[in-house]
C-alpha cells in the first residue's frame, strides 16, 4: 500500500528473507505480506504478522490495523512444502495467527486481491472487517489436497457466507470471483468491494479510518450458523458428494465440518475440525495428492533452463500411432484446442484410431 510519507520497519530478522512489511500510514498500521510467489503462509510469513499485530498493539498512536498482500496476491494459503514438516506446527501456527488477529483490541481489515485461498482466505475470516477488489479469486482448495480448512474455515466460512454456499465452495475447492460472492444475500464475507484493484489501497485505509473507534468489534466465529432444514439438508448433501467422491474420504468429512458449525459451540467445531484435519493428514489419499500437487509443480520446472526463458507457440501436434495411447494423446491434445494429424502403417488402424 502506498502513501505519502509512510514510516517503515522491516519486520522479519535481516538473516532471513523479508516476509512481510510494516508501515504506518496516520493512524493505521499496514502488514504486508511479501513472500513470493503467493506470499503463502510459512513459518517466518506467520512470525512477521505476528510480530506486526504486537506492534501496532504496543503503539498509542495506532487506532486500526490492515493486513494486505505484495505482488500478485493476497495469500494462496498455507506453505504445503510444511506439510509434515516441524515448521507446520511451530508457533505462531496459522491457527495462532488468526486467534491473535480475532483478539486484537484494535480493529484488523483484511485488504484482499489477485488471489485469497485456503490458509489466506481463513486468515481474512479471521479479521473483523473485509474488503476484497473486484476480480478477487477466492477459494478453500484443500479438498484437492485430500484435507479440510484447518485453521478455522469449516466454521467461519458458514457463518460469513450461508451454509449452502459456504458448502459448495469448500467440497468443490473451486475458485469464486469476488464480485459474485458479494452478490449472495445476506453474506458478511465482505464489508465493501473496491472500485478497482488500482484503488483497494486507499479504500482500506478509508475503511480502517471508519472503523477504528467502532466497538465492539465484529467477529465472524460470533455470526449464527444454521440451515433451516437442518440433518436433512446435509443427509441431501452426503448423498450428493458420495455420488462425486468415490474412494476419497475428505469431502465427506468437509460435510460433517461445515455440520458441526451449526450444532455446535464454535469453539467445539474448531476442535473437531482440527481432529479431522489431522486424520486426513495421515490418510494415504491425501499423501498421494500431495506428492501429485508436488510432482506437478517440479515437472514444471526444467533444470538449466531459465524461468524467463521464451516460450515457443505450438500450432500443430503430429501424433504417430493411432492405438490406444497414441489416440489418447490425441484427444489431450484436441481438447486444448490443438490441431493433430495422426499417422498410421494402415487405413484400418487409421479409421479405428479416428474412430476412437
Known amino acids: 500500500m502506498k502513501k505519502d510519507n ?44 505476528t510480530d506486526g499485530l504486537q ?42 495467527v488468526i486467534l491473535a488477529v480475532e483478539n486484537s483490541s484494535k480493529p484488523v481489515v483484511a485488504a484482499m486481491h489477485s488471489v485469497c485461498m485456503g490458509g489466506g482466505l481463513e486468515l481474512a475470516l479471521g479479521c473483523h472487517y473485509r474488503i476484497a477488489a473486484p476480480g478477487c479469486s477466492m477459494a478453500l482448495p484443500e479438498v484437492k489436497l485430500g484435507l479440510l480448512p484447518g485453521a478455522g474455515g469449516t466454521q467461519r466460512l458458514p457463518r460469513a457466507l450461508g451454509v449452502e454456499p459456504a458448502l459448495n465452495m469448500i467440497v468443490s475447492g473451486e475458485p469464486v470471483k469476488s464480485e459474485l460472492l458479494a452478490m449472495l444475500p445476506g453474506q458478511k464475507l465482505f464489508n465493501r468491494l473496491s472500485a478497482s484493484a488500482d484503488s483497494l489501497a486507499a479504500e482500506a485505509l478509508s475503511l480502517a479510518a471508519d472503523v477504528a473507534d467502532a466497538r465492539p468489534l465484529p467477529r465472524v466465529r460470533d455470526l449464527p450458523c444454521k440451515h433451516p432444514q437442518g440433518d436433512g439438508y446435509f443427509q441431501f448433501a452426503r448423498n450428493m458428494v458420495k455420488g462425486m467422491a468415490k474412494n476419497f474420504p475428505a469431502p465427506l468429512k468437509c460435510v460433517d465440518a461445515v455440520q458441526a458449525a451449526t450444532q455446535k459451540s464454535f469453539d467445539d467445531g474448531l476442535l473437531m475440525e482440527r481432529e479431522l484435519f489431522v486424520n486426513l493428514m495421515l490418510s494415504p489419499e491425501s499423501r498421494a495428492l500431495r506428492h501429485l500437487f508436488m510432482a506437478e509443480r517440479a515437472a514444471s520446472k526444467i533444470k538449466d533452463v531459465p524461468a524467463d526463458t521464451l516460450l515457443r507457440e505450438i500450432k500443430s501436434v503430429a501424433v504417430i500411432g493411432a492405438g490406444t495411447m497414441g489416440g489418447g494423446i490425441a484427444m489431450n491434445f484436441l481438447n486444448a484446442g ?17 474412430a476412437t
Open 338 to 354: 490443438l490441431p493433430v494429424k495422426l499417422l498410421e502403417m494402415k487405413q484400418d488402424a487409421l479409421d479405428r484410431g479416428i
Open 6 to 49: 509512510p514510516t517503515s520497519l522491516d519486520i522479519t530478522p535481516k538473516e532471513t528473507s523479508m516476509t512481510a512489511h510494516y508501515t504506518v500510514h496516520g493512524n493505521v498500521a499496514v502488514i504486508t505480506l511479501d513472500n513470493p510467489p503467493v506470499n503463502g503462509l510459512g513459518m517466518l510469513t506467520r512470525r512477521a504478522i
Open 55 to 96: 506492534q501496532a498493539q504496543a503503539d498509542s498512536n495506532i487506532k486500526a490495523i490492515v493486513i494486505t498482500g505484495a505482488g500478485k496476491a493476497f495469500s494462496g494459503g498455507a506453505d504445503i512444502k510444511e506439510f509434515g514438516t516441524d515448521k507446520a506446527t511451530l508457533e505462531p501456527n496459522l491457527r495462532s
